[in-house]
């Protein structure tokens, strides 16, 4: 009987351990002895937990370097860590995963101002707490700490128009796949005018901005024509499909009526 109980208790906690594990096995030895540290130390491991990079499995080592497996050896140089970069260099830590936007960046008046004091990533984005980037991060508070926020503001203002526009087309396109129309080639157009369009932002060159941002709108439009074309075969689908019923109901009361008419005859 005990080892009946036993083998129950196994199995009512093995999807248990099944849901622990994952959780245990994100917890490298980094994490471990870092959320025991106070301050500067310890604090990374809280604002790390909320951010976009957790959430795609970009752990402490992915960025500092070490080897998260070595409680003692974690921090040695020989296991590849690196530490924390100071200011100026950022940019290429950062855009060892990110490489297009730091070519952008290199290329940038923020970029070339780096050693004088230009903004850089960290500055913007955060550091352990790096959130999705979207327009809402050209604001006054952090644009306004070196030039005049005016500037910022027409950035802003040129890429809100198409960003607005790029929401409603993926709206739309959500709507029709929903009804079972095949968006597939649409879906994939926009995605990827819609990563391009995103990467404009680091030129911060209002010139270019303005340029490509027209370009884009123009090709944007020939993807709102296919949607347009599509919603209204939809809708004449819907009016085919209304003015079918109507026929099969009056078809129905005809019958009725001279059904009616023949018994009443009779
Ligand atoms: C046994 C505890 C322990 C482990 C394991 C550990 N750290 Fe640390 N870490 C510390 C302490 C203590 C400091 C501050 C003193 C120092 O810099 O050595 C520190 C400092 C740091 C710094 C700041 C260094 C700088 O240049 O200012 C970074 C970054 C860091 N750790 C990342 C990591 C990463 C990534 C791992 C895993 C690969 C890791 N740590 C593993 C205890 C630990
Ligand atoms: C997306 C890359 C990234 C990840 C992931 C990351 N760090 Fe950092 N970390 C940085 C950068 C950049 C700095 C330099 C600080 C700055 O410029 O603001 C830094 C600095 C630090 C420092 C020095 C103290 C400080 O705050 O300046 C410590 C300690 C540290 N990180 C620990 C960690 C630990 C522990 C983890 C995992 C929980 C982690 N980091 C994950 C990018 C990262
Ligand atoms: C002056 C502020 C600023 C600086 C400096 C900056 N960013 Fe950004 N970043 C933004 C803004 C604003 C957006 C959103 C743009 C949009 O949605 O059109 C963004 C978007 C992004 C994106 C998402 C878009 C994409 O193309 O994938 C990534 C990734 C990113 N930044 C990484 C970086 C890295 C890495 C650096 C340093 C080399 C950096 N950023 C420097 C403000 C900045
Ligand atoms: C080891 C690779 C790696 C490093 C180093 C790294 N990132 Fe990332 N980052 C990623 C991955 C993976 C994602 C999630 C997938 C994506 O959106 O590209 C991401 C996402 C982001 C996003 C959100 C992108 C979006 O679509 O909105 C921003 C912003 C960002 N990172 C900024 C930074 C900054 C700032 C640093 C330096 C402090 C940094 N990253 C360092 C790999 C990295
Ligand atoms: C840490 C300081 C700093 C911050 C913060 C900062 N900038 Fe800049 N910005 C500069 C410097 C330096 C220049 C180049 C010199 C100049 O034109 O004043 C510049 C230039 C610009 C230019 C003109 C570029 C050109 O090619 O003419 C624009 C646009 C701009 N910034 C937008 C922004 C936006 C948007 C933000 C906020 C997301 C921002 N800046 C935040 C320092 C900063």
Known sequence: MKRVQSVCLALLFTPLLFWVAPVMAEDTVCIQCHSGQEG??????????????????????????????????AMSPERGFIGAPDYVAVPEFCGRCHLGVKEDYQGSAHGRALAAGGPQCVLCHGNHE?????????NEE???????????????????????????????VAALHRVGIDMRRIKEDLFAKRNSFRRLFHTVE????KNQTAEFNQSLLKIKQQIDDHESELGQRKIVGGVIVLLLLLGGCIALLIRKSYHEEE
Request: with cysteine.
């Open 40 to 73: 500067l130390l310890g604090k990374p491991v809280e604002l790390w937990r909320g951010s976009v990079h957790a959430a795609n499995g970009i752990s402490c080592h992915d960025c500092h370097g070490g080897d998260p497996t070595d409680f003692a050896m």
């Open 130 to 138: 790096v959130q999705l980037a979207s327009i809402e991060l050209i």
């Open 142 to 172: 952090s644009c306004s700490r070196c030039h005049e926020y005016e500037r910022a503001a027409v950035v802003k203002q040129t890429i809100n128009g198409t960003e607005v526009t790029l929401h409603r087309l993926e709206r739309s």
């Open 206 to 209: 209002l010139e270019k901005i």
